[in-house]
């Protein structure tokens, strides 16, 4: 007993130390990334470069619930790949520890992680994702007007509107162009002045001392000067188009249940993704670890790529299948329990004879997976 305590301590103390080093990196990266993506609206005018901070900092619960499964999953290959590397895997079955007895041993890393990926994942990250689009959506006029750039082209609804003026003293803007582009049609006006006022959801355009041209692709053309010509426009927010996942972290469905069944589905994928590991983590001795990570990468993303697809093809008809996303999960744990049954022997490592055509090809895969989950 005092001996399988100290394996315990030593086991988990191991997960744990990988496990918040991974987590680290992967927070520190996807950070990196929303700041940048954020950034580049500020740049574009759509959101106020004082609220950036808040709105990633509101978004890290939603960030922490997928990438939680991630680190837990490669602090397991790291550990056990190791241990296989080292065979110090081979003292442990020689003391009569099994695998099994070892998944009993690190219970406290796995019931530490699932808690946590469940109550940030069910509990803090739709929080926090409905509090920082407010924040986004409850910008001032006034910080609207103020990201407005002179001698730039300006989108003022993220679809057809643009603008373009030399000078802008807070309330008036002068040697205005304005252009909407909707289907074959473009319609543009040219004036000295214009006033911008807002009236309830909508911008107010009032253009002064100008030209209206309504259609500049018809070939019957026409055109007309004017003193006074007012325009209104709805004022929204729309979401960045740059590499986001989007398909992860911005999940468009507006049913509530199949939200819901998405947050608490994500913290089941422990479950399969430890059994996972140590089918994947087992590799011969002195051999590379690399492999043993991009097959982790690939596998993770396959997961959540068959869990967006699943929870993408919701029908209300069939929320019975759509509880926790159980088929998938199920699928998932299947094969877990089927491979570890089999001891390793059916390995994605064997089916190619050349370490480097499996990784690039490993790679290839990833690729198109992360294009899949951005689209």
């Known amino acids: 007993m005092y001996k399988k305590n100290i394996l315990a301590i030593h086991l988990n103390s191991q997960f744990f130390k990988g496990f918040f080093a991974i987590l680290f990196i992967l ?9 940048v993506g954020y950034f580049e609206q500020a740049a574009n005018g759509s959101i106020n470069p004082n609220i950036i901070f808040s709105v990633i900092f509101l978004r890290l619960p939603d960030f922490l619930a997928l990438l939680i499964p991630f680190a837990f999953f490669l602090s397991m290959l790291l550990v056990i790949s190791e241990l296989y590397n080292s065979n110090g895997i081979y003292a442990y079955f020689s003391a009569g520890v099994s695998r099994l007895k070892i998944m009993k041993l690190i219970t406290p890393f796995f019931l530490i992680s699932l808690t946590v990926c469940f109550l940030i994942s069910v509990y803090l990250a739709p929080y926090g994702k409905a509090l ?6 409850e910008q001032s006029y006034e910080d609207q ?7 730039t082209l300006v989108n003022l609804d993220n679809a057809e509107t643009y ?3 030399d000078s802008f003293d807070g309330n008036k803007m002068t040697e205005v162009t304005f252009f909407v582009q909707q289907d074959l049609s473009l319609s543009l006006v040219r004036a000295d002045l214009l006033e911008i006022f807002k009236e309830g959801s909508q911008m107010m355009l009032n253009f002064k001392n100008g030209y209206v041209y309504p259609n500049l692709n018809s070939p019957n053309k026409i055109d007309a000067s004017f003193k006074e010509l007012k325009h209104a426009i709805e004022v929204g927010q729309d979401n960045n188009q740059s590499f986001t996942l ?6 468009k469905e507006q049913s509530n249940f199949i939200q819901n069944q998405w947050n608490a589905s994500i913290p089941l994928m422990l479950l399969a993704l430890m059994l996972l590991s140590f089918v994947f983590g087992k590799e011969n001795p002195r051999s590379g670890r690399e492999g043993n990570l991009v097959t982790g990468v690939l596998i993770y993303i396959f997961y959540l790529s068959a869990l967006v697809a699943f929870r993408e093809s919701y029908s209300s008809n069939w929320d019975i299948f759509y509880y926790l996303l159980w088929p998938v999960h199920g699928v ?10 089999l001891d390793g022997r059916v390995s994605l490592n064997r089916l190619f004879s050349y370490s480097r055509i499996r990784i690039i090809l490993i790679i290839f895969l990833i690729f198109i997976l992360s294009a899949w989950l951005s689209s």
Not at 145 to 151: A, G, Q, R, V
Not at 332 to 341: E, P
């Open 163 to 165: 603008l373009y003026f």
């Open 132 to 137: 920082s689009k407010s924040l986004i959506a």
């Open 246 to 251: 989007s398909k992860l972290l911005d999940y």
């Open 145 to 151: 007007l103020s990201m407005l750039k002179p001698k």
């Open 27 to 35: 927070t520190a990266l996807i950070f990196s990334s929303r700041l």
């Open 332 to 341: 998932f744990l299947f094969f877990g329990i089927v491979l570890f049954w």
